[in-house]
């Protein structure tokens, strides 16, 4: 059984930093590009970021493009996300997502749709005041 569980996040200052991570167990990690989605109240879930399974491709959304960044560790099968200079606006619900991507993608692939996600984690609070 797949289980991603996210951890970190909570309360920060506008402009400070926080960090997630995503513990993924139950398959095998290195197929799998691993992305971070979030959801504000009232508003559609949205790619963040995400990393290709060898880790060498990484893909940004506009919002969050040089003050986040995602990694992996394929010994702890783990995905971290760091955020810096963060903004009220960043202030959401923070998921793990997982797409096996080694049969039928090339290596570089990262899907930015949440509907292309296989696995899910429960989701991380983040909360930035301002």
């Known amino acids: 059984q797949v289980q991603l569980v996210e951890s970190g996040g909570g309360l920060v200052q506008a402009g400070g930093s926080s960090s997630l991570s995503c513990a993924a167990s139950?398959?095998?990690?290195?197929?799998?590009?691993m992305t971070w989605f979030r959801q504000a109240p009232g508003k559609d879930r949205e790619f963040v970021a995400g990393?290709?399974?060898?880790?060498?491709?990484?893909n940004y959304a506009d919002s969050v493009k040089g003050r986040f960044t995602i990694s992996r560790d394929g010994a702890k099968n783990t995905v971290y996300l760091q955020m810096n200079g963060l903004k009220p606006e960043d202030t959401a619900v923070y998921y793990c997502a997982a797409k096996d991507t080694y049969t039928s993608y090339p290596n570089n692939y990262v899907a930015t749709e949440s509907d292309e996600y296989d696995h899910w984690g429960q989701g991380t609070q983040v909360t930035v005041s301002s």
């Open positions: 139950g398959l095998t990690f290195r197929r799998y590009a």
């Open positions: 990393i290709n399974r060898s880790g060498f491709s990484t």
